[in-house]
């Protein structure tokens, strides 16, 4: 099972919107409505930020939302701030007679 | 709080062998499927294995099944990976991940991990 496919860096300025994609295939992104999105800053361990592709957790800010169409999910990140810069993975469930999760291949963020 | 707590990295010979432990905290840990994920140096994130609340069910990455083992000891709230023959392929930091998925009336959902441990690296060098 390959990793899903993500842009390698996106930037923006602050207080603009950036979309991060994740393309898959049918038989993880395109079959569940199973995925998750991870903010990763340097060192540091990961952070889950969407899940079940539009859900937010408790305590992540509204400015991060999801969505998926066909085998492609995204992640928007509306009104960039500094604090935003990190990678972010996007993660699938792929079946639990296949490879089970593929994460994506990871998107930098950069705020100009 | 949840907590999550690995233990056991470091440096490895090609072929050796090296147990990894996670201490969790702050939450039913019986309740939960839990995870190890690995990011190799400079690298993106890769699952590797996972494991039911009791124990019963065990899922691993190609590259790994037949070399290494998950498993738990919920009395001691305690995940553990198991990793022989390792190869230099291996090298990464390893992270102990809550699995949020679930099993209800005879279908199972695995949405997302929620809660992440700082990770411990394993490294194989000769």
């Known amino acids: 099972q390959s990793a899903l496919t993500q842009p390698a860096s996106v930037s923006g300025s602050p207080g603009q919107s950036i979309t991060i994609s994740c393309t898959g295939t049918?038989?993880?992104?395109?079959?569940?409505?199973?995925v998750s999105w991870y903010q990763q800053h340097p060192g540091k361990a990961p952070k889950l930020m969407i899940y079940?592709?539009?859900k937010r957790p408790s305590g992540v800010s509204n400015r991060f939302s999801g969505s998926k169409s066909g085998n492609t999910a995204s992640l928007t990140i509306s009104g960039l701030q500094a604090e935003d810069e990190a990678d972010y993975y996007c993660?699938?469930?792929?079946?639990?007679?296949?490879?089970?999760?593929?994460f994506g291949t990871g998107t930098k963020v950069t705020v100009l | 709080e949840v907590q999550l707590v690995e233990s056991g990295g470091g440096l490895v010979q090609p072929g050796g062998s090296l147990r990894l432990s996670c201490a969790a905290s702050?939450?039913?840990?019986?309740?939960?499927?839990m995870s190890w994920v690995r990011q190799a140096p400079g690298k993106g994130l890769e699952w590797v294995a996972n494991?039911?609340?009791?124990?019963?069910?065990?899922y691993y990455v190609d590259s790994v099944k037949g070399r290494f083992t998950i498993s738990r000891d919920n009395a001691k709230n305690s995940l553990y990976l198991q990793m022989n023959s390792l190869r230099a392929e291996d090298t990464a930091v390893y992270y102990c991940?809550?699995?949020?998925?679930?099993?209800?009336?005879?279908?199972?959902?695995?949405?997302?991990?929620?809660?992440w441990g700082q990770g411990t690296l394993v490294t194989v060098s000769s």
């Open positions: 049918s038989s993880d992104v395109g079959s569940y409505n199973l």
């Open positions: 079940e592709v539009s």
């Open positions: 702050g939450f039913t840990f019986s309740s939960y499927w």
């Open positions: 993660c699938s469930y792929a079946g639990s007679s296949t490879s089970f999760y593929v």
């Open positions: 991940a809550r699995d949020e998925g679930y099993c209800s009336g005879g279908s199972c959902s695995f949405p997302s991990f929620d809660y």
């Open positions: 494991i039911k609340q009791d124990g019963s069910e065990k």
